[in-house]
């Protein structure tokens, strides 16, 4: 067993809530594995979409608040994951030591009109998806640990 949890700062631009989906699948899935922040280069409301297909998963994001992305959230971060190619190219430099993934989530709004509860059922499942897949390797890590 690792002698802490895995600190994960999801990055986003702002307007959609992807980040803030993300930081809500880690604490639902990854409880004592991992610890998960969400902050935004431009934080705004959290869009209503995201909350409401959150919700039909059994998940509560709605109290996340926007946080605006600073160099000590990247510092406390042992990964940083940005959830669109937007977020990724407008990220501050990460520090030494710090991991940095590129998730190029589909933005639910974007396209065919607007937002649909369709579109945001997408991004939340493909989030828990990727999620679960890292507490899965995390798991695997542990079993074959010798100590």
Request: hydrophobic share 45%.
């Amino acid at each position: 067993m690792y002698k802490r949890s895995a600190r994960i700062l999801f990055v986003g631009l702002g307007p959609r809530g992807r980040s803030r989906m993300a930081q809500g699948w880690a604490a639902h899935l990854g409880t004592g594995r991992l610890q998960a922040r969400a902050a935004d280069i431009a934080p705004q409301t959290l869009h209503p979409g995201a909350v409401t297909v959150m919700r039909e998963a059994g998940v509560d994001i709605a109290h996340l608040p926007a946080v605006t992305l600073t160099p000590g959230l990247l510092a406390w971060a042992d990964l940083v994951v940005t959830v669109c190619r937007d977020a990724d190219e407008s990220c501050p430099a990460i520090p030494d030591g710090v991991q940095k993934r590129l998730w190029a989530l589909e933005d639910p709004v974007a396209g065919q009109g607007g937002a649909t509860l369709s579109g945001w059922r997408t991004v939340r499942d493909d989030l828990r998806y990727r999620i679960a897949g890292m507490i899965g390797g995390m798991k695997m890590l542990e079993r074959m640990d010798p100590r």
